[in-house]
């Protein structure tokens, strides 16, 4: 691996030389296409390791326009090394594997296709070294290296294409496909199983450079203390159940590691690391249109309102905030109901985004890997 790039401009500007593409997109299905069409027998959704990436840079641009990034090269750069340490030693290190530190203060973590992980400055306030925050990222680095989000989608069989199309030649296919990783992602769709695979191989990653594989069972234990008051899915906490399961088979697995690592690092992590964590109920939540929801709890909810909106504006009309309310879009609310409707609202997931989606770019090589390591007493 060369380097460890967030990826910026480079592929916008490709998103942006391609309307000639969108332009084309609607002329294919005329008159005969149509026909073409009907007779193409429908497959599976299918993708090259490089419509993969495609794909994830646009899911991460939805991403950060809904939750801002922090904007603080020096986070950027710590959390890129942590996360570089475990990435290149999965079975695809030559991704543009980039982590982004997402300006909200739910706690939450997205891996997108491709390489692209994304984490809360709200997650990494919950953590509290550097070791947990290694056994985070190396359950998201699994999401993507073992490819569910794509299987999840392909799953669930509400994208076919064409015997003889390609996601990256239609481009209306190509934004479904974005629609559905998002919500698939926000929605932390992912099976019992797969959270099983994740935590396992991240465990995994993790132990194998030298972190305390413990870490991410105490990560989980914090979290699940954090929901004690909550049955519903929320965040990263899928259910009471699955997430002891969970922490009882890391557990296991840390146990039966040999050599197994015992690096919790937290004074580097507090070097870099000083975000405060915000209390589920104390999360400013997101205005929600028509749906009245209410602004978190009462968390000087006037003067959210007064704010001008800068995280609506979408490209291509999908983005979290058609998650978030449905009927909404991107109206804003000038009245938020007292009485609440909460339904299906998640403090972890809703939480305001601050203001800037602008990425920040973070380069490192082998040197600054192999340094980094050497520093923590890594192997
Ligand atoms: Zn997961």
Same mark, same amino acid.
């Given at each position: 691996?060369?380097?460890?790039?967030?990826?910026?401009?480079?592929?916008?500007?490709?998103?942006? $030389?391609?309307?000639?593409?969108?332009?084309?997109?609607?002329?294919?299905?005329?008159?005969?296409?149509?026909?073409?069409? %009907? =007779?193409?027998?429908?497959?599976?959704?299918?993708?090259?390791?490089?419509?993969?990436?495609?794909?994830?840079?646009?899911?991460?641009?939805?991403?950060?326009?809904?939750?801002?990034? /922090?904007?603080?090269?020096?986070? *950027?750069? #710590?959390?890129?090394?942590?996360?570089?340490?475990? $990435?290149?030693?999965?079975?695809?290190?030559?991704?543009?594997?980039?982590?982004?530190?997402?300006?909200?203060?739910?706690?939450?973590?997205?891996?997108?296709?491709?390489? #692209?992980?994304?984490?809360?400055?709200?997650?990494?306030?919950?953590?509290?070294?550097?070791?947990?925050?290694?056994?985070?990222?190396?359950?998201?680095?699994?999401?993507?290296?073992?490819?569910?989000?794509?299987?999840?989608?392909?799953?669930?069989?509400?994208?076919?294409?064409?015997?003889?199309? !390609?996601? +990256?030649?239609?481009?209306?296919?190509?934004?479904?496909?974005?629609?559905?990783?998002?919500?698939?992602?926000?929605?932390?769709?992912? +099976?019992?199983?797969?959270?099983?695979? +994740?935590?396992?191989?991240?465990?995994?990653?993790?132990?194998? /450079?030298?972190?305390?594989?413990?870490?991410?069972?105490?990560?989980?234990?914090?979290? %699940?203390?954090?929901?004690?008051? !909550?049955?519903?899915?929320?965040?990263?906490?899928? !259910? *009471?159940?699955?997430?002891?399961?969970?922490?009882?088979?890391?557990?296991?697995?840390?146990?039966?590691?040999?050599?197994?690592?015992?690096?919790?690092?937290?004074?580097? #992590?507090?070097?870099?690391?000083?975000?405060?964590?915000?209390?589920?109920?104390?999360?400013?939540?997101?205005?929600?249109?028509? =749906?009245?929801?209410?602004?978190?709890?009462?968390?000087?909810?006037?003067? %959210?309102?007064?704010?001008?909106?800068?995280?609506?504006? %979408?490209?291509?009309?999908?983005?979290?905030?058609?998650?978030? +309310?449905?009927?909404?879009?991107?109206?804003?609310?000038?009245?938020?109901?007292?009485?609440?409707?909460?339904?299906?609202?998640?403090?972890?997931?809703?939480?305001?985004?601050?203001?800037?989606?602008?990425?920040?770019?973070?380069?490192?090589?082998? $040197?600054?890997?192999?340094?980094?390591?050497?520093?923590?007493?890594?192997?």
């Amino acid at each position: 691996m060369k380097h460890l790039a967030v990826l910026g401009m480079t592929v916008m500007l490709t998103f942006a $030389a391609t309307p000639p593409a969108w332009a084309r997109g609607g002329e294919q299905f005329g008159s005969i296409g149509k026909a073409v069409k %009907k =007779a193409n027998q429908l497959r599976e959704l299918q993708m090259t390791d490089e419509e993969e990436q495609k794909l994830g840079a646009e899911v991460s641009n939805v991403i950060r326009e809904r939750y801002g990034v /922090v904007q603080d090269p020096a986070v *950027h750069r #710590y959390v890129t090394l942590v996360g570089a340490v475990l $990435a290149v030693g999965t079975g695809r290190p030559n991704l543009p594997w980039t982590f982004i530190v997402l300006d909200t203060d739910g706690v939450n973590a997205f891996a997108a296709p491709g390489g #692209y992980v994304h984490i809360t400055k709200g997650a990494l306030a919950l953590v509290q070294n550097e070791a947990e925050l290694a056994g985070v990222l190396g359950h998201e680095i699994t999401h993507v290296t073992e490819k569910h989000t794509i299987r999840a989608v392909q799953k669930k069989g509400a994208i076919k294409m064409g015997a003889e199309e !390609s996601l +990256s030649g239609n481009a209306a296919l190509f934004n479904q496909v974005v629609g559905e990783v998002v919500s698939n992602i926000t929605n932390q769709a992912f +099976s019992a199983g797969e959270e099983n695979e +994740s935590d396992e191989k991240g465990v995994g990653l993790a132990g194998k /450079v030298g972190y305390s594989p413990q870490a991410l069972a105490d990560f989980l234990t914090r979290l %699940k203390d954090r929901n004690k008051e !909550s049955q519903e899915k929320r965040g990263l906490f899928p !259910s *009471h159940p699955e997430m002891q399961s969970r922490i009882d088979k890391i557990g296991q697995q840390a146990s039966a590691m040999k050599p197994a690592g015992s690096a919790t690092l937290a004074e580097r #992590y507090r070097k870099f690391i000083t975000f405060e964590p915000v209390p589920q109920a104390e999360i400013a939540m997101v205005e929600a249109g028509s =749906a009245g929801l209410a602004g978190g709890s009462g968390d000087k909810p006037d003067e %959210k309102k007064q704010e001008p909106k800068k995280e609506e504006p %979408k490209k291509r009309g999908f983005g979290l905030g058609k998650l978030v +309310s449905p009927g909404g879009g991107d109206k804003q609310s000038t009245q938020a109901s007292a009485s609440g409707g909460s339904r299906g609202l998640d403090p972890e997931r809703d939480g305001k985004g601050g203001p800037n989606p602008k990425p920040v770019p973070v380069k490192v090589d082998m $040197a600054d890997i192999n340094a980094f390591k050497k520093e923590g007493g890594l192997t």
